[in-house]
């Protein structure tokens, strides 16, 4: 089982930046770790994932002002988060793709509201 636990969620203006983190722990090789979001009332979606060798994909809305990024010697993700907007005001979930096991784990969620 992998555990993981993200921090770095808050409460910012419109057009600020946030960077949220996640750490790993448990057993297993870590392959791709990424983030998701769900704003209320919508579905769950995509945010960014990065490969354990560095290879990154970003959703259209977020391309140009997010960053993923990782530490495979901490088992550690991040993601930088610019020029923020009130669309971005979701529960940011951390997940991550193990070696031999089928489908993701997941965090249990950070919060990030973006006030206009």
């Known amino acids: 089982q992998v555990q993981l636990v993200e921090s770095g969620g808050d409460l910012v203006q419109s057009g600020g930046s946030l960077r949220l983190s996640c750490a790993a722990s448990?057993?297993?090789?870590?392959?791709?770790m990424g983030w998701h979001r769900q704003a209320p009332g919508e579905v769950r979606g995509l945010v960014a994932t990065?490969?354990?060798?560095?290879?990154?994909n970003y959703a259209d809305s977020v391309k140009g002002r997010f960053a993923i990024s990782r530490d495979n010697a901490k088992n550690m993700v991040y993601l930088q988060m610019n020029s923020l907007k009130p669309e971005d005001t979701a529960v940011y979930y951390c997940?991550?793709?193990?070696?031999?096991?089928?489908?993701?784990?997941w965090g249990q969620g950070t919060q990030v509201t973006v006030s206009s």
């Open positions: 997940v991550a793709s193990v070696v031999g096991r089928a489908g993701f784990s």
């Open positions: 448990g057993s297993g090789t870590i392959l791709t």
């Open positions: 990065v490969t354990r060798g560095g290879m990154t």
